[in-house]
């Protein structure tokens, strides 16, 4: 009898429902069947038509078409309704393909059972067991339908275009959209209006990343080591003085700071003019100045959030340590270079890389603080202080270059990646998170 | 004293005047008459509420005020839900496939928050169906379970199992044990969670820009934005009381959340 399992197996791999059959199950084998008939059919007719959609990304071109004496617009194929519509095609496709696996398994089990001489899960104990164990499944249908439509498949459908033509002059539904292969990441690299533009900005996204994570890092650490300093008194009233700019929402801020730094009006410049005398700075109209002002204002913004990470972990430092050292001789800068600094790094570097990896996106600071500006004539598109993704979101919104911002989505993506799996590798607390249980 | 601490204090009081300070100017200009930006002292010499009266009077605040309420609230209820249902199962059962979903969770997070975002754009554009709030709601919801399930899961993971499983033995259903027993347990984790997702979709500007088209759907974050970017020196201090009228609630609400900070900040670098 041990072939039962085998021959139901292969039986259901040809055809749904034949291993059911086989293995006496008949309303399961019949209802199997049904399906099989209809998978059949929905894959000849609207399966393979969406996948070829997405294939050719459409034929026909709008045009004007001559109808008997006169032309009359035609409309073609839309590409980016036909990439759609591929996108559902081929998630429709690898469901039937889970259906499929479903009644092999399904099949090969129940063989099993004959073995043993163990009676069979017919349709309505196979329901009951589906209704115990999958509560899971059950709770999370409606996070994953919405994750699958509103975040992977944009995200499919953002990096398919990557691969695509689908740019300014090519606009459906005048025109149609073409496959062109990784063409749009050779441009971007080896075409020099594209590339002078890519290797700026991007060289300028690094800086920046590195200099705001490491300012506001240090500077954190420093106000909160000077808070917990034991001389200090109303330690409480200073954290939440200090906080405040961190409270306030960015966009607000952000939008005041932009006025607060206004090269004729801004009262910086005002005070710098009238009670020093001295010129005034071109805050956010010089390249160079523009620069070192989105690094003091986000300064001002992510100082507070590692004072108050680092505040919590200097509580946790033993005292003892200090007091070992104070035994032994130790200067307050020994104290601090020998214990605190290396406590602190210790259990907050897995958040200092995810700050670095953060400030990569930093969207808001940028845009609206100086929108990238000022222009910088030898780029396309972008200005002197345009970070890798105000560049991408300015391309798609007002140049619709909607192909290479995509390319540059996936580049960003690929940094991030790697810095996280990095993080993770390192902390290991993706791996050891069921021992928490 | 010493003379360390006295250096200390001095540097305290420096760092608390220039924290505070964009936050009084901007309150002070708010209150004061005129429309320049330009300010001969911090104290304005008349003090006058005009601005806040023009703001609810002659611009569409109170319109994009209601659309920015509403758009948080919905965003908040359903994606404090979906983060509910989401992390719960994945700290609660060991199923098929749950590190895959975790892993998933895991890489969506590293794609740049907007090219989803970008991508849905330009579907609503080929669709003609910009400028419309639902789609804001939609993908703010959705786009929180990515921010906040590792949070929550944190959340759901201290609680203790012997809780849920006396409960199984007395007979409860999966559905009671989680209704009954754990959505009471989770309660600050679902106020933070909620408010997290309000403030964010209150203030949020990327997205709302890419997606609102006329001046009546627009939220308060984009108004705001057009009145510094357009008309930057004639209305400033127009904007100025809009500004406040934001950030007050706001700064109050975070204020009050500060303590839960840490803990997000920390729970956060576990996952990465």
């Known amino acids: ?437 | 004293m010493k003379p360390k601490i006295i250096v200390s204090y001095l540097i305290l009081i420096v760092l608390a005047a220039i924290s505070i300070y964009p936050a009084l100017w901007i309150v002070m200009s708010s209150f004061k008459v005129g429309n320049s930006l330009y300010m001969e002292s911090l104290i304005p010499k008349q003090v006058t509420l005009e601005h806040y009266r023009d703001l609810f009077t002659k611009t569409d605040y109170p319109l994009w005020f209601m659309n920015t309420l509403k758009i948080a609230i919905m965003s908040s209820l359903i994606g404090t839900l979906l983060v509910l249902l989401t992390s719960y199962a994945i700290s609660r059962f060991r199923f098929t496939g749950r590190k895959v979903a975790l892993s998933t969770l895991l890489v969506l997070q590293m794609f740049p928050g907007f090219m989803a975002m970008i991508a849905i754009y330009i579907l609503l554009l080929q669709f003609n169906l910009l400028n419309n709030h639902w789609a804001l709601i939609l993908v703010y919801s959705s786009g929180s379970i990515l921010g906040n399930v590792f949070i929550a899961k944190g959340y759901f993971d201290t609680i203790p199992r012997s809780l849920d499983e006396a409960a199984r033995i007395d007979g409860a259903s999966h559905w009671m044990v989680f209704t009954r027993i754990m959505v009471p347990l989770a309660r600050p984790m679902l106020t933070y969670v909620s408010l997290m997702i309000f403030t964010g979709a209150f203030v949020d500007f990327i997205f709302a820009e890419l997606i609102l088209r006329t001046e009546e759907q627009r939220t308060l974050a984009v108004g705001l934005w057009r009145m510094v970017s357009q008309r930057q020196s004639t209305e400033f201090t127009l904007f100025a009381a809009g500004a406040v009228l934001i950030a007050v609630p706001i700064t109050i609400l975070f204020m009050f959340l500060q303590r839960y900070l840490v803990q997000g900040l920390t729970a956060g670098a576990s996952k990465g």
């Open chain 1, 1 to 437: 009898m041990k072939r039962q399992s085998r021959t139901a197996m292969w039986l259901s791999i040809l055809c749904m429902g034949l291993g059911q059959l086989y293995n006496r199950q008949k309303a399961k084998g019949v209802l199997f069947l049904a399906i099989w008939a209809g998978l059949i059919y929905l894959t000849a007719t609207y399966v393979s038509k969406s996948l070829q959609g997405l294939i050719t990304l459409g034929e026909t071109p709008t045009g004007m078409v001559k109808v008997g004496r006169l032309y009359q617009l035609v409309e073609g194929d839309h590409s980016i309704f036909l990439m759609i519509k591929g996108l559902i095609g081929l998630f429709v496709l690898l469901l039937f393909i889970g259906i499929y696996v479903m009644n092999v398994r399904d099949a090969y089990t129940n063989g099993q059972r004959i073995e043993r001489g163990v009676p069979t899960v017919g349709i309505i104990r196979g329901l009951k067991s589906i209704e115990n164990n999958s509560f899971p499944y059950f709770v999370l249908l409606l996070p994953a339908i919405s994750i699958s439509f509103l975040t992977v498949m944009p995200i499919v459908f953002n990096i398919l275009l990557a691969f695509t033509n689908y740019a300014d002059p090519v606009l459906p539904p005048a025109n149609l959209v073409d496959w062109v292969g990784f063409k749009n990441f050779s441009n971007l690299v080896t075409l020099s209006s594209w590339s002078k533009t890519f290797f700026g900005v991007l060289g300028w996204t690094v800086v920046w990343a590195i200099l705001a994570t490491i300012t506001t890092y240090f500077g954190g650490m420093l106000v909160a080591v000077m808070i917990e300093q034991p001389g200090i008194r109303f330690k409480k009233f200073w954290r939440m003085v200090l906080i405040i700019p961190f409270a306030i929402p960015n966009l607000v801020s952000l939008l005041v700071m932009r006025n607060l730094f206004n090269g004729q009006l801004g009262p910086i410049n005002i005070f710098l003019r009238n009670k020093l005398g001295l010129e005034g700075l071109p805050w956010l109209t010089d390249p160079v100045w523009a620069k070192i002002t989105v690094i003091l204002v986000n300064m001002w913004i992510g100082i507070p959030v590692s004072m108050i990470l680092i505040s919590g972990i200097l509580t946790t430092i033993p005292r003892d340590l200090y007091e070992a050292a104070e035994v032994d001789g130790a200067s307050s800068v020994q104290k601090f270079r020998h214990i605190t600094l290396p406590m602190v790094l210790f259990s907050t570097a897995p958040i200092l890389i995810m700050q670095f990896a953060g400030n990569i996106n930093n969207f808001n600071v940028i845009f609206l603080l100086t929108n990238g500006d000022p222009v910088n004539p030898q780029y396309q598109y972008a200005g002197h202080t345009d970070l890798l993704v105000t560049w991408l979101y300015k391309l798609t919104l007002n140049h619709q270059q909607y192909n290479l911002s995509a390319v540059i989505g996936i580049i960003i993506f690929i940094i991030i990646a790697s810095i996280s799996i990095y993080n993770f590798r390192k902390t290991r607390s993706f791996k050891e998170e069921d021992m928490i249980v």
